[in-house]
């Protein structure tokens, strides 16, 4: 019963190197959410995706991009990443709204990313 | 575009008390208010929502209460116990499921034994 599962759980990069940040849901479901949580900001919204093969940018979604190739799967990249991208990124999935189903929106446990 | 805010920031009560914590929206196209609880190392969990059409949401010892005119909505637990503590966020959207979630700051919770 793994939900959603992110990889990694921590990662320290330097100014300028890229990585991807892989968010996995074994529950079905259409929607995918990247979010990041800064002290004292909450959580914002990066990019989402509605289905498998699309995106669409959130509230801060400069400097990242993401791909949902398979239906189960969203990845987050950081071309060149900066210390302003130092946080800590939740990713989530929903089922679509007005479907009858459960709607709850169900995250990962959270990458730690620092940037030096 | 919506914005939510949340209050207080730190909460701080004694093993048994009640804990009210209080989020106020600005868009009133916002429908779907729910609360998360976010343990340390973990990631924020649904423990409560409340929709538009209705008033106020038990389950147990946690209740929310929602003022549509007002644009606020609250959390409340009871009998507050140590297992309680932890970051609580609320959120606001347009309906359940709709990527645009908007998240208040947090409250962080301190329960003592």
């Known amino acids: 019963n793994a939900g959603v599962t992110q990889t990694p759980k921590f990662r320290v990069l330097k100014t300028g190197q890229s990585m991807t940040l892989l968010c996995a849901q074994d529950?079905?479901?259409?929607?995918m959410y990247w979010y990041r949580q800064d002290p004292g900001m909450g959580l914002r919204l990066i990019h989402y995706?509605?289905?498998?093969?699309?995106?669409a940018k959130g509230e801060v979604p400069d400097g990242y991009n993401v791909s949902r190739l398979k239906k189960q799967n969203f990845l987050l990249g950081l071309e060149s990443a900066a210390p302003s991208q130092t946080s800590v990124y939740f990713c989530?999935?929903?089922?679509?709204?007005?479907?009858?189903?459960?709607?709850?929106?169900?995250f990962g446990q959270g990458t730690r990313l620092t940037v030096v | 575009g919506e914005n939510v805010e949340q209050h207080p920031s730190t909460l701080s009560v004694q093993e048994g008390d009640s804990a009210v914590i209080k989020c106020t929206y600005s868009?009133?196209?916002?429908?779907?208010f729910p609360w998360y609880k976010q343990e340390l190392g973990k990631g924020p969990q649904l423990i409560i929502d409340?929709?538009?059409?209705?008033g106020e949401k038990k389950d147990q010892r946690i209740a929310v209460t929602l003022n549509k005119t007002a644009k606020h909505f609250s959390l409340h637990i009871t009998e507050t116990q140590p297992e309680d503590s932890a970051v609580y966020f609320c959120a606001a959207s347009m309906r359940p499921g709709y990527n645009k979630l908007i998240f208040g700051a947090g409250t962080r919770l301190a329960v003592h034994p």
């Open positions: 529950m079905n479901h259409e929607y």
């Open positions: 868009d009133s196209a916002s429908n779907y």
């Open positions: 989530a999935s929903t089922n679509p709204p007005q479907t009858g189903k459960n709607t709850e929106a169900f």
């Open positions: 409340i929709r538009s059409n209705v």
């Open positions: 995706s509605v289905g498998e093969g699309t995106t």
